[in-house]
């Protein structure tokens, strides 16, 4: 039955992620990245494509195609950090390459998912999203802090709808 739920939501990430509220996850995302090292990505799918929700793909493991897939491996400090949003199935998973996981325990990645799970459960994506872009900041900036040195922007801030 899992598959039927993917099946029909097919537009749902457009509905509730619009263009505004795109601009909004880009600019604090912006923001996040002058203060530290890291590079992070937003990416919401509506729903897995029917064949991998057949092969019962879990939302980890989908996350983890779409950190490969779309680099968020290949900064030069390996300091990407990918949210990963699959709505079908209100799942929330944040992705970290080596060095962001070598000081950033799992764990404390889940009050994030939290704080934004609890906000879209209310209906309100973007104060959601916002709100797990600044957490993520606030964590990367403890550990990475930006050095005062330009920084090149590797991946792009806008989220991606997958």
Known sequence: ???????????????????????SIQRAIAASEHRHLGEIVFAVEGS?????????????????????????????????????????????????????????????????????QQHFSAGDYERGAVAGVAAIGELLIRHFPANGEPKLDELPDRPILL
């Not at 039955?1 to 795109?22: E, Q, V, Y």
């Not at 300091?79 to 929330?92: C, F, K, S």
């Open 1 to 23: 039955m899992r598959w039927i739920r993917h099946l029909f939501d097919l537009s749902s990430a457009k509905r509730h992620f619009p263009p505004a509220t795109l601009d």
């Open 48 to 116: 897995l494509p029917l064949a991998e929700a057949v092969r019962k793909r879990t939302p980890r493991e989908r996350a983890h195609e779409v950190f490969a897939r779309l680099h968020v491996w290949n900064t030069e400090h390996n300091t990407g950090v990918l949210v990963y949003i699959l709505l079908a199935e209100h799942a929330i998973e944040i992705v970290a390459d080596r060095a962001v996981a070598a000081k950033i325990d799992q764990a404390q990645w889940q009050p994030i998912c939290a704080v934004m």
